[in-house]
């Protein structure tokens, strides 16, 4: 498989495909499962964070070895991240329509005030 713009549909089909081929070994997929591949992804991001933490930035986008690393682990947290949307039936299209929607209202919105409201109010 050759490296190009991967569209969700590719690589939920190639999750798919890795659900498959390990059909004997890992437990059937099932939406119940979706909340555990949540918390296997922030653990993803968690060592994505690690490396940031021991190894900077710089070293991210200067250091061939370390970046592959970093890719490596960044990968993880998307094969999580699609894992969920195939466990709850996401189509592509159900996806696409809200991250535009979301983007959308993101848009518009007034980060600056919406920050100050929320952390600013006592809520205790």
């Not at 991967?6 to 659900?19: A, D, F, P, R, V």
């Not at 997929?29 to 900077?56: F, Q, R, T, W």
Request: hydrophobic share 30%; net charge negative.
């Amino acid at each position: 498989m050759s490296a190009k713009d991967l569209t969700i549909s590719e690589m939920k089909h190639m999750q798919e495909e890795l659900q498959e081929a390990h059909k004997n070994e890992w437990s059937k997929a099932s939406p119940n499962d979706a909340k555990n591949h949540i918390l296997y992804m922030v653990e993803e991001i968690g060592e994505c964070i690690s490396i940031i933490k021991k190894k900077g930035i710089e070293q991210i986008m200067e250091n061939p070895e370390i970046r592959a690393r970093f890719l490596e682990e960044i990968t993880d947290v998307q094969n999580y991240y699609i894992e969920v949307l195939n466990r709850l039936e996401i189509t592509p299209e159900e996806f696409s329509s809200a991250y535009i929607e979301k983007h959308n209202i993101n848009m518009t919105r007034n980060y600056k005030k919406d920050n100050d409201t929320k952390y600013n109010k006592r809520t205790f």
